[in-house]
């Protein structure tokens, strides 16, 4: 589902440069500024559908657990989920 709703942002964000540019191209100033903006907003959107699809899922589940180190992985020195922290 999270994949179908992404490709359906993008398209949007595509449609919009289209018809966006057709309309900076007929004369209406303001929408240059439009033209150049669809396209970003989907770059944003499918950055973040790329960091959706690969993310770590144990930092995921330190991060949900509310671990203050759940950037870190246990070889980095992250506390390990109910046991002892392996750094002292």
Known sequence: MLHTEFAILVAACGAAT???A???LGGHF???FYTFEWPILGLIALAGW???IHEDPAK???RKAGR???Y???SEGATAPGGD???V
């Open 18 to 20: 289209w018809w966006q």
């Open 22 to 24: 057709t309309r900076a």
């Open 30 to 32: 303001l929408s240059w």
């Open 50 to 52: 790329w960091h959706l």
């Open 60 to 62: 995921y589940r330190a």
């Open 68 to 70: 203050e180190d759940w």
């Open 72 to 74: 870190l992985t246990e």
């Open 85 to 87: 922290d392996p750094r």
